[in-house]
């Protein structure tokens, strides 16, 4: 499985434990709700609804509108196919939600996880986070070193390009630090009061994101330059 692919699953699993929904509906969920998705083929998602399926962790439903029942005669169509998730679906995106590896610090990964972070424990988040800020701090490293090699040769246009790169993943650093901090002030503030803060792996347990009015953060997480 290609990582884009493997993504599209993630995502369509996670929308679907949240609730039952038809082909459309998710369709426009990927689009609208998580920016990543904003220019993935429409075409890849029966396929991977189909595999899903096979694997065991999704089951088809007939629409339980009664007016699909009716109008199925009357127009000819097929009453609209309601996905849900099963038992053994729920748990293998639960075993994906654990996953802290280096994929989930990649760009095209990590901004599907960060869609899902209200799903997932804060242990979880927090060494996400820190695994993305430390990957953004190499990359930014690396920038600034071709930067100073290659200044004199390149022209104002290109120069202004490389600039630009390099504030893209200096804010998404910055908003990442925020986040971070606003993690740990939540897990303090549950915990014990003295010695080390209790270890809060509750599914979903919010931190307290930044306010607005900070430095923004990218539209979509991940969406730095390479």
Known sequence: ?????????FAVLGLLRESPMHGYELRKRLNTSLGVFRAFSYGSLYPCLKT???NG??????????????????TGRRAKIVYRLTAEGKEHFEELLSQTG?????????????????????????????????RLEERLEKMRASLARTRERLD??????????????????RWL???????????????????????DTTEGAPGVLPRPGGDPGPDTPGDTAT
């Open 156 to 173: 104002d246009y290109t120069l202004e390009l490389q600039r630009h790169g390099m504030e893209s993943v200096e804010r998404e650093v």
């Open 57 to 74: 962790w999704l089951i088809e439903e007939s629409g339980g509108a009664q007016e699909d029942a009716s109008a199925a005669p009357l």
């Open 102 to 134: 280096p994929d989930a610090y990649e760009d095209e990964t990590f901004a599907a996880r960060f869609a899902f972070f209200g799903q997932t424990s804060r242990d979880v988040r927090m060494r996400v986070l820190e695994g993305r800020r430390s």
């Open 1 to 9: 499985m290609n990582r884009r692919s493997g993504i599209l699953e």
């Open 177 to 199: 630090n925020e986040l971070i901090e606003s993690e740990r002030a939540g897990r303090d503030r549950k915990g014990p009061g003295h010695g080390e803060p209790a270890r």
């Open 52 to 54: 899903l399926v096979a």
